[in-house]
């Protein structure tokens, strides 16, 4: 996956799919979307110098926060992709990046917003943006864009008819470098979480999702989908809300990752 850095400080990722990349239907899945924003901005700071392997060595490594996809069209397999992706000036301990992707054809596929932060993974406690920023190299201001994560209380408040629960098993291949479950797990568990029949008709057009605490091998996970209408699967755009939630040894349930997602029929996507 060649990557390149424009005179904009923008990085940009030509990749193609592979066949380990579609569903059962040689639709592109999810997963992929969401790799090739992780691939773009890990790619991105390493050739910046502040990748997860140059900041290990001093005791931090990177971690996403939240992440809003908007997906506009699910490619197939054999396809060429291009992404592109630059960070936003940061705030506090955020570190935002924006990062869209098109076809071969210049056709968009998606475009989302992304929240990071790096830490201390000693104290586990978030390190001041500005030294990250001034690595990254932003885009002139005018470039930039704004990146703006809506509050999604409503749509949680709004969800309370409970239509699944799952109980995912975390794998070996689950965990990575950071040494916690990978980012990419969680969108598998929500969407293994809702029936075969729903997921051959509708694929996710907007996925809106919250890291809050980092997960490891041996947890004890419980996957929770609620809607607003206990038939919401049965609807023309179903939205659904996601809790990801783990049971500690007390017994006390805590919340570590949530998703808001709206889908929309394979032939609309696809």
């Known amino acids: 996956m060649p990557m390149t850095i424009n005179e904009n400080n923008q990085a940009v990722l030509d990749y193609s799919l592979t066949c ?8 592109t ?16 700071a390493t050739m910046r110098e502040i990748g997860i392997f140059q900041l290990q060595k001093i005791d931090r490594t990177w971690v996403i926060a939240r992440s809003r996809m908007e997906i506009f069209h699910y490619g197939g397999w054999p396809q060429d992709v291009k992404v592109l992706t630059w960070p936003y000036d940061s705030t506090g301990f955020n570190c935002p990046r924006h990062v869209e992707c098109a076809d071969s054809t210049g056709r968009p596929l998606f475009t989302c917003e ?5 830490i201390n993974f000693k104290t586990g406690r978030p390190v001041r ?9 932003t885009p002139p201001k005018e470039m930039q864009g704004e990146c703006v994560f809506p509050n999604l209380g409503e749509e949680d408040d709004r969800c309370q008819s409970i239509i699944a629960r799952y109980i995912p098993q975390i794998h070996y291949l689950d965990t990575d470098l950071n040494r916690h479950v990978n980012n990419l797990s969680y969108f598998s568990w929500c969407q293994d979480a809702l029936p075969d029949e729903f997921r051959d008709e509708y694929k996710p057009a907007l996925v809106d999702v919250r890291w809050i605490k ?3 091998r041996h947890d004890n996970l419980t996957v929770i989908v609620r809607a607003a209408d206990k038939d919401e699967l049965k609807n023309e755009e179903p939205k659904l809300w996601f809790d990801i939630m783990r049971t500690e040894e007390s017994g006390a349930q805590t919340k570590v990752f949530d998703a808001w ?5 394979r032939s609309v996507l696809c």
Do not use: F, P
């Open 114 to 118: 992304t929240k990071w932060a790096v």
């Open 20 to 27: 380990n990349d579609v569903d059962g239907h040689s639709v």
């Open 214 to 216: 980092q997960c490891y």
């Open 129 to 137: 943006a500005s030294e990250i920023n001034s690595a990254l190299q």
């Open 29 to 44: 899945r999810l997963t992929t979307y969401e790799n090739l924003v992780q691939e773009a901005a890990g790619m991105h």
């Open 261 to 265: 997602m709206v889908w929309k029929r």
